[in-house]
């Protein structure tokens, strides 16, 4: 077959691509974290999840936890991150710096510093969304978060709380 017969038999694939705007995606309250839904795993066959979370200052996050079915990426894009890890360890991470959570790797984060912070976070795979829609319905009535309600919804997502729970620095 020739280049020119080649190139009439291959069909251009119809996949779209997906753009989110500066100020497009699902926003969601998480207490007083927000998250924006980048990418819900709709349009990539549930293969990569990704969103956008602005933490205020002297926010802690969730309880210390670990994935058994999805791995996490963490960029941080404004401000300082501190990621905590078993043993009383923890890594704090400014703008740029790249955070990647294994499966079955305890952790947490939390923001501990007088500023704003931010990152952009994946989930493959992207089932790991709706836990944090589930989270934001359980949080509508009182706009509160709390460890039991974060447990309550990883428990739907194969997240399990690390025990013993580690104090965090």
Same mark, same amino acid.
């Given at each position: 077959m020739d280049e020119e017969t080649a190139m009439k038999t291959l069909q251009m694939p119809k996949v779209q691509v997906n753009f989110?705007? $500066?100020k497009g995606g699902e926003i969601l309250k998480l207490g007083h974290i927000t998250m924006r839904i980048m990418e819900d795993g709709s349009r990539t066959d549930n293969r990569i999840g990704s969103a956008e979370f602005i933490i205020p200052p002297h926010t802690e996050?969730?309880?210390a936890h670990w994935h058994e079915m999805h791995d996490e990426t963490f960029l941080v894009t404004r401000g300082t991150v501190r990621f905590h890890l078993p043993d009383n360890k923890h890594v704090d991470a400014? $703008?740029?710096?790249?955070v990647t959570v294994p499966i079955r790797a305890p952790h947490t984060f939390s923001n501990p510093f007088d500023d704003e912070a931010s990152f952009f976070n994946t989930y493959t795979p992207a089932f790991y969304i709706n836990y944090f829609k589930i989270l934001a319905e359980m949080s509508k009535e009182d706009g509160q978060m709390s460890p039991a309600k974060n447990l309550a919804a990883m428990a739907a997502f194969a997240t399990l709380p690390a025990?013993?729970?580690?104090?965090?620095?």
């Open positions: 989110v705007p $500066a996050g969730p309880p400014s $703008a740029g710096d790249y025990k013993p729970m580690w104090g965090k620095k």
